[in-house]
């Protein structure tokens, strides 16, 4: 059973930081693409980074330069990084994986950046 749990979310202030955690289980970690999405109110869900199996990460334009996305085969776990962060980071991030065709997410962790 592949299961993704999140952690490391929190309230910071407009230009703190904060590093996001996500470990997996049920799967070969190290064979598989993960990625982080983000939920805030009203809108829809949205890709913010990507990492594939070699380490190579991608990013939305609204995160790219201020988020980085990392993974520890070893430990299971792909990282987030968010500095810079502002108020329209706010959103609930999840962490995401597919496996035999099927997508799957973690419970979510709250970010909230006060102006």
């Known amino acids: 059973q592949v299961q993704l749990v999140e952690s490391g979310g929190g309230l910071v202030q407009a230009g703190g930081s904060l590093r996001l955690s996500c470990v997996a289980s049920?799967?070969?970690?190290?064979?598989?693409?993960m990625a982080w999405y983000r939920q805030a109110p009203g809108k829809q869900r949205e890709l913010v980074a990507g990492?594939?199996?070699?380490?190579?990460?991608n990013y939305a334009d609204s995160v790219r330069g201020r988020f980085t996305i990392s993974r520890d085969n070893a430990k299971n776990t792909v990282h987030l990084q968010m500095n810079s962060l502002k108020p329209e980071d706010t959103a609930v991030y999840y962490c995401?994986?597919?496996?035999?065709?099927?997508?799957?997410w973690g419970q979510g962790t709250q970010v909230t950046i006060s102006s």
């Open positions: 995401n994986t597919r496996y035999h065709g099927s997508a799957y």
């Open positions: 990492i594939t199996r070699s380490g190579y990460g």
């Open positions: 049920g799967i070969i970690f190290s064979s598989y693409v």
